[in-house]
């Protein structure tokens, strides 16, 4: 039996709302693996650079939400 099986077996046998749990937290990992694949491409890493000398160029957070999302 794998892990998978082996977690599916525990969990069955929960009351739901401890399985809800479970999931919530199996789907936070799914999330954090996904972001943390991630890299800020160069225009994002310029713009929070910006940022943090204070110099504010002409980037949206929409800009910044699509480069970092194509990256």
């Known amino acids: 039996m794998n892990t998978a099986e082996k977690v599916y077996q525990d969990v069955k046998a929960f009351p739901e ?5 479970v999931l919530q937290f199996v789907e936070f990992l799914k999330f954090k693996q996904l972001n943390a694949e991630k890299t800020p491409n160069e ?3 310029n713009a929070m650079q910006a ?8 980037v949206s957070l929409d ?9």
Do not use: F, V
């Not at 800009?63 to 194509?70: G, P, T």
């Open 17 to 21: 709302p401890l399985a809800q749990e």
């Open 43 to 45: 225009t994002t890493i």
């Open 51 to 58: 940022a943090e000398r204070g110099e504010y160029e002409e």
């Open 63 to 71: 800009d910044l939400k699509k480069q970092w999302n194509n990256s």
